[in-house]
């Protein structure tokens, strides 16, 4: 019996993962709208990998200073959404996946893309680091299917 009671306490006090990763996630998202890029460059992984279409960055250095970094800088009047946001927590892993909308001015021309975002996140030490991210474009809901 004392088992159990140790076991509930210990559920009690022990933070559950998603809520971990949707903390990371929001100020992830925060930095990326303010142009908060220390903060984003402290979410990122030593091994990140990142691909966009046919871009592959690997390595924080490579993913903060080659994309993530001019990227945020060069974006004018912007305006991001997600939909579909999905966090699947797995121990020392979660899965983020989620549909984004951007529109505003991208090195002074118009933009309004959209499509799927990827994020691996990991548990190192006690923060959640992004190991992971993949770009891709929107994909068409299959005819009928009612999602």
Same mark, same amino acid.
């Given at each position: ?41 402290? &979410?990122?992984? #030593?091994?990140?990998? %990142?691909?966009?279409?046919? =871009? $592959?960055?690997?390595?924080?250095? +490579? ?9 945020? &800088?060069?974006? #004018?009047?912007?305006? %991001?959404?997600?939909?579909? =946001? $999905?966090?699947?927590?797995?121990? +020392? ?55």
């Amino acid at each position: 019996m004392k088992w159990l009671a140790m076991i509930a306490v210990y559920a009690a006090l022990t933070p559950v993962p998603q809520e971990g990763v949707k903390e990371a996630l929001a100020r992830y998202d925060i930095a990326f709208r303010a142009k908060d890029v220390a903060t984003i460059h402290s &979410l990122l992984s #030593e091994e990140v990998l %990142l691909y966009e279409h046919s =871009v $592959r960055n690997d390595g924080r250095e +490579d993913v903060f200073e080659n994309h993530l970094k001019p990227e945020i &800088l060069e974006f #004018e009047d912007m305006k %991001l959404d997600f939909t579909d =946001v $999905r966090v699947t927590p797995g121990g +020392d892993l979660a899965l983020v996946t989620r549909a984004y909308k951007l529109e505003g001015n991208y090195k002074g021309k118009p933009i309004n893309a959209s499509g799927n975002e990827t994020m691996v996140w990991k548990k190192v030490g006690a923060e959640w680091k992004i190991a992971h991210i993949h770009y891709s474009h929107p994909c068409p809901k299959p005819a009928g299917s009612g999602n």
